[in-house]
């Protein structure tokens, strides 16, 4: 039976016209399927459905979202990240709690990443606050300093003083959240038009709260929230997050801003 599938050009460029009209005719494609984005089963038979293709160095993988999560696309990712993407998938992997650490690039420090609802004007928005767990020096520097909200700013990221306002988008990062888990911050590739790369990178596919993905699939975009070592800390509570938020925020020490979802 047909199917209602979106493939994108970039999708269909990847895997061929031939196998774009096999998935479309029906022949390659599931029916039912659970969505990769909000986990809910779709079904794409009677729903428009997404072809998302999730492309590795060695590994490609096609997966299925509700169209009315994500649009259909090509997303590039590190060869880890597809495998433990597939492994979340196939229920292969166990689910880590929040704050799973990442080594930064050059091994500097270790990034650790919570996860959390803020309430901004009225609204629940997901959230992901990062706190390295040691001072991140600049590449190539000797000395003693954190130079990790510098760092950030040049990144483009804002410092923030005021967390009742929402964060200014940053053009070309993205979160990738595949399997309703979540898999790393993308941002730019060094050169113009390069794949995006991975800043920071679960280990393990780091599992989110209902409440958490509900919101994402209602906003489809994370607040990133970054503050230097010792700023924050693994807080046990939403509020408490917050008010360590609010003094960060007012204290100097807090950069912001918002992106988008990459594949789910």
């Known amino acids: 039976m047909p199917r209602m599938l979106d493939v994108s050009d970039d ?33 794409s038979e009677t729903e428009r459905t997404s072809t998302v293709l999730f492309v590795g160095e060695e590994t490609a993988v096609l997966a299925f979202a509700h169209a ?15 495998q433990g993407a597939v492994a979340s998938i196939t229920g292969d992997s166990p689910a ?12 500097q420090a270790v990034l650790g990443i919570t996860s959390g609802l803020v ?46 306002a929402l ?11 595949a399997a309703g888990q979540l898999h790393a911050v993308l941002q730019p590739g060094a050169a113009p038009g390069a794949p995006q790369v991975a800043w920071w990178q679960a280990h393990q596919a780091l599992s989110v ?4 993905r509900a919101a994402v699939n209602k906003t489809q975009r994370v ?3 970054a503050a230097p070592v010792g700023s924050i800390g693994q807080q046990p509570r939403e509020d408490l997050l917050r008010d360590a938020l609010d003094k960060a925020a007012a204290a100097g020490q807090l950069v912001a ?3 988008p979802l990459a594949g789910t």
Do not use: K
């Open 167 to 177: 964060p200014s988008p940053l053009e070309g990062w993205s979160v990738l959240l």
């Open 223 to 225: 607040l990133i929230y």
């Open 257 to 259: 801003a918002s992106m």
């Open 68 to 82: 009315t999560c994500i649009p259909s696309q090509v997303v590039a990712v590190s060869e880890e990240q597809l």
């Open 11 to 43: 999708v269909r460029a990847e895997i061929g016209d031939e196998e774009a009209e096999l998935l479309l005719a029906g022949d390659n494609a599931p029916g039912s399927y659970d969505c990769t984005s909000c986990r809910t089963p779709g079904n």
């Open 119 to 164: 309430l901004i004007g009225g609204e629940l928005h997901p959230a992901l606050v990062v706190e390295p767990t040691a001072p991140i020096a600049r590449p190539g520097s000797t000395g003693p300093g954190d130079d990790f909200l510098p760092l950030l700013i040049e990144q483009g990221f804002h410092p923030i003083t005021d967390t009742t």
């Open 96 to 107: 880590p709690g929040a704050g799973t650490p990442q080594s930064v690039p050059g091994g």
């Open 209 to 212: 709260t209902e409440g958490w």
